[in-house]
Structures are given as structure tokens and as C-alpha cells.
């Protein structure tokens, strides 16, 4: 049985899972597998997939029967896994050679550690680096300060992580409740859950600056997080992945003190500081997101300090596209 299984779910993109598995087939760690779930596609992925596993058998290939929501199908290709680490590698992302060698080999040092995530790059028209900060642990709570503004400081994606498998299946979700007027049924922000909730489970993280994740937009097939709603709804994601962290927020089992910092990063992350049409409706959004909670706040941690002065220097809109 491989030690890191590398789960790749997909659902109509041939050219971008075959790169995708390609790059989980050069890693330098050697002891893996590769597991790939087709989502019943109904272009050439299924052929390219059982192709790439009829020449290499570390790489295994399942069809669903029929269409299920997206989620379900991440959640199917980690349930099929055995590694005792996973790297859920999304197919329009892929990895350098030594992504999993670095990464197991930061993991197995840092028992503490939910998981590690390294640096990523979107290959764009200019390409553009993120979640660059020194190598070594950081505090889960710091991850969840960074995290509550959901602006490319930590990641949302789980591809540029590993992950012990026990603790992710644990904490998938299909689905989030919502007290928000916005129609959250693209699975927006259920990506993120999974590493707030792991988070929440371990004193820290572990993060190596190296470039070692990739994406790029997808030719076709599923629309990846920035693509699968109009531009006319962006403000819909900007709320769903607020509301998805504060989900997290809610089921966080973390010392009182902390919740009440982390609530107040959020505060800070969708209400603008300064009076204005904007930070009361959004403030009244907030609330809803607390049922009964939501005055329960005090920015005890560093992390927020330095969140309310960047943010008294700051526009917010969440009308503007991310």
C-alpha cells in the first residue's frame, strides 16, 4: 500500500487531467498512488485516464455512474484513497517533481502540524505567486486569522497541501447551511472548510515558501472556483466562503477567547471601518451569519491587530470582482 495517495477528481477535462496526472506520475517520492475519479465526463476523459492507468499501475481509475455534485466526487476520490497522506490534487492544477518528497518529508517532522501547504502559482497571462511567508510552523490560529479574509494570504485549495488522510475524511461536507440571501449551490467554499477544519484540529501548520503547486483556467469541462459563476455574481462568492468560514467558526470546538478573536477578524474582513451604505448592509449580513452570536467579540490576537489597522487603510467592497 502507497504511503501518499494523490487524488485527482475530474469531470470533462482530457488535456488538463492528463497534466495533472503526469505530474503526480514525476514526483521524486516514489512511494504513492494515484487515484483518479471521473465524474461520468462525456468528452475523451475517461479514455485518456484508463490510458495513463493501463500504462502505469501506480494509477488507479474510477467512473461514476452518473453525474454527482462536485463535492461528492472529491469526497469519493479520498475515500478510495489508502496512502496515509493525501495530496487533493484538483485537475486543472499540478505539481513540481518534489512537491510530495518536501512535503512528507516536513510532515513526518511535525506531528503538530495539520498539514502543510507550500506556495502556488496561477499561470495567467502573467503569472502570479501566492502564499509566500517564511518556512516553518504556524500557529492554526495565525492560518485562521489570515484565513477569515479570504484573499490569497493561506490557501483555499487543497492542492497545494498534504493532508492525513483520517483527518480529511473526517472533515468533508457536501453541503453548508446558510442564513445568507444568496444562492450557495456551486459548492462554493466547501474547498476551504476542508483545511479551516483540519486547522482547527492541531496547534499549527507547517508552510514551505517553494513554488511547488500550479493552476491555470481550464480549456472546458467543469468551470474551476473564479470561473463557475457570472461576473455578475461575484459578490455571491465573496459571501460564500464567509460564510463557509463561518461555518467552521461555529462547529470550532477552539478556547472561547479565540472564536471571539477569529469572529472579530471576520467582522473586520467584510464590514469597511468607516461608516457607509456598504459596512451596514454588510454588517446586517454579518449578523446573520451568528445567529445569537455575533456581538461576541474581542481582537486578542496579533494577527487581528495588525488586520484593523490594514483595513482602516483600505476599501471594502464585495462588488468588486476578486
Not at 477569515?148 to 488522510?165: F, G, Y
Amino acid at each position: 500500500m502507497a504511503r501518499v495517495s494523490i487524488c485527482i477528481p475530474v469531470y470533462n477535462r482530457p488535456q488538463e487531467v492528463e497534466r495533472a496526472v503526469r505530474s503526480a506520475l514525476e514526483q521524486t517520492y516514489q512511494d504513492i498512488e494515484v487515484v483518479v475519479v471521473d465524474n461520468a465526463s462525456t468528452d475523451a476523459t475517461w479514455e485518456v485516464v484508463t490510458k495513463l492507468a493501463e500504462a502505469d499501475p501506480r494509477v488507479r481509475v474510477h467512473r461514476n455512474e452518473s453525474v454527482i455534485p462536485r463535492v461528492r466526487n472529491w469526497r469519493c476520490a479520498v475515500e478510495l484513497a489508502e496512502g496515509e497522506y493525501v495530496k487533493l490534487l484538483f485537475s486543472d492544477d499540478w505539481i513540481s517533481p518534489d512537491a510530495i518528497a518536501r512535503s512528507v518529508e516536513a510532515l513526518d517532522r511535525a506531528p503538530d502540524a495539520g498539514f502543510v501547504f507550500t506556495a502556488m502559482t496561477w499561470h495567467r497571462q502573467v503569472p502570479e505567486t501566492f502564499y509566500r511567508w517564511r518556512e516553518g510552523r504556524m500557529s492554526s490560529l495565525e492560518f485562521l486569522v489570515r484565513s477569515a479574509t479570504v484573499e490569497d494570504q493561506v490557501p483555499v485549495s487543497a492542492s497545494c497541501t498534504l493532508i492525513r488522510r483520517a483527518d480529511l475524511v473526517d472533515v468533508f461536507q457536501d453541503e453548508l447551511p446558510s442564513n445568507l440571501p444568496f444562492d450557495f449551490t456551486h459548492g462554493l467554499g466547501l474547498d476551504g472548510t476542508l483545511l479551516w477544519r483540519v486547522a482547527d484540529r492541531y496547534a499549527n501548520v507547517h508552510h514551505l515558501p517553494a513554488d511547488l503547486a500550479h493552476s491555470a483556467d481550464p480549456h472546458a469541462g467543469e468551470p474551476n472556483t473564479r470561473m463557475q459563476i457570472g461576473a455578475q455574481q461575484h459578490e455571491m462568492m465573496w459571501w460564500a466562503y464567509r460564510n463557509a468560514f463561518a461555518q467552521s467558526l461555529l462547529a470550532s470546538r477552539r478556547p472561547a477567547a479565540e472564536l471571539r478573536a477569529l469572529r472579530t477578524a471576520l467582522l473586520v474582513s467584510c464590514v469597511p471601518l468607516r461608516p457607509s451604505a456598504v459596512s451596514r448592509r454588510n454588517f446586517r449580513l454579518f449578523r446573520l451569519m451568528f445567529p445569537g452570536q455575533w456581538w461576541k467579540l474581542a481582537p486578542l490576537a496579533a494577527p487581528v491587530r495588525s488586520l484593523v489597522r490594514r483595513r482602516l487603510r483600505e476599501r471594502l467592497d464585495p462588488t468588486i470582482p476578486l
